[in-house]
């Protein structure tokens, strides 16, 4: 069974969310964007922008303007990943359109900050959902696909120049006030999108450097519950070779990383680093509970230590 057919047996509901993802953008679009003459990233604002100069319909736009992509897609990058892609342009085109009457029921008409920011969160958000459903919407997601499967060249990257030509168009047709907030909505569009994907709570990586590294991995066992991997390392001034503790946490579990951490050794080392996706079992998949060998079990006055030093910072 190829893989694509795995994935979409085993989340039945993805083109839900997609669809949930489409919605809210486009909302936020008709609601915040289109109201104050702001424009969007990609293809969709180079179609606003052609509906402020002939009000033709965003939707049918963007879905017209997609069709060579599409094409290009199907021809160059291949059957499966455009299938998605005009499932996510189809879901997007017909959420833009079916929702262009919440032009009337704008908020914030005369609040042009406002509407950047608030109609950037709501996108972003939309977007980050359709994403996280390995989902597209198409468009400029096409192009940098392809450039960067031929030219090596980041994504990122070349969505970022396409987008920076819409500005400054955007700037010539309509002036530079526009212009400028658009760059704004596309910022809080781009962070939280990053966010959604992400997830909402935070991971992070932390490296402990220790004479006691056995001592605080077994406590970060039994206290948090995260596994934990050693690291061998050598001191490149002393020569000596230490074990450094690596493990991944959510960011609500830092606290107590770092009073374990201090409590067992007050002079250790430690480096906290944010991960930016965190896959695997005990994040995104179920693990059985975690068994300490009795070996490994902290020492009573160890725990004491330790579960002092955790009430004391409650």
């Known amino acids: 069974m190829k893989i694509t ?18 919605l809210l953008a486009a909302c936020s679009i008709n609601l915040f964007v ?52 005009i499932i996510g342009t189809v879901l997007f085109s017909i959420c833009i359109d079916a929702t262009r009457f919440l032009n009337a029921y704008a908020p914030l008409n005369d609040e042009i900050m406002l509407a950047a920011i608030y109609g950037g969160v709501f996108t972003g958000i939309g977007y980050g959902i359709v994403f996280r459903m ?39 047709l309509f002036g530079i006030k526009p212009a400028l907030f658009t760059l704004i909505y596309m910022f809080v569009v781009g962070q939280f999108t990053d966010k959604v994907i992400a997830g909402l709570n935070e991971s992070k990586a932390v490296l402990i450097i220790s004479e006691k590294s056995r001592e605080i991995a077994n406590a970060i066992m039994n206290e948090v519950g995260r596994g934990v991997t050693f690291l061998h390392g ?26 374990i951490a201090s409590a067992i050794d007050r002079n250790s080392f430690m480096i906290v680093m944010s991960a930016g996706e965190v896959m695997g079992r005990g994040f995104t998949r179920p693990t059985n509970t975690m068994k300490i060998p009795d070996a490994d079990k902290l020492s009573p006055d160890v725990e004491e230590k330790i579960q002092k030093a955790l009430h004391d910072t409650n």
Request: glycine fraction near 12%; proline fraction near 3%.
């Open 5 to 22: 057919a795995l994935i979409y047996k085993r989340h039945p509901l993805r083109y839900v969310g997609m669809l949930i993802g489409c």
């Open 134 to 172: 390995n989902g597209s919407t198409g468009g400029f997601d096409i192009i940098g696909a392809i450039v960067k499967k031929f030219y090596s060249m980041n994504i990122g990257s070349v969505i970022f120049a396409f987008n920076c030509l819409i500005v400054a168009t955007a700037g010539v």
């Open 234 to 259: 050598e001191g490149a001034f002393s020569g000596d070779e230490r074990e450094i503790v690596m493990v991944v946490i959510r960011l609500t579990q830092l606290g107590k990383i770092k009073v």
């Open 34 to 85: 289109v109201p104050s003459h702001l424009l969007t990233g990609g293809v969709t604002g180079i179609a606003i922008i052609i509906y402020y100069l002939a009000e033709l319909p965003i939707g049918v736009q963007s879905f017209v303007y997609n069709i060579p992509l599409l094409i290009a897609s199907y021809k160059l990058l291949g059957k499966n990943y455009t299938i998605d892609v």
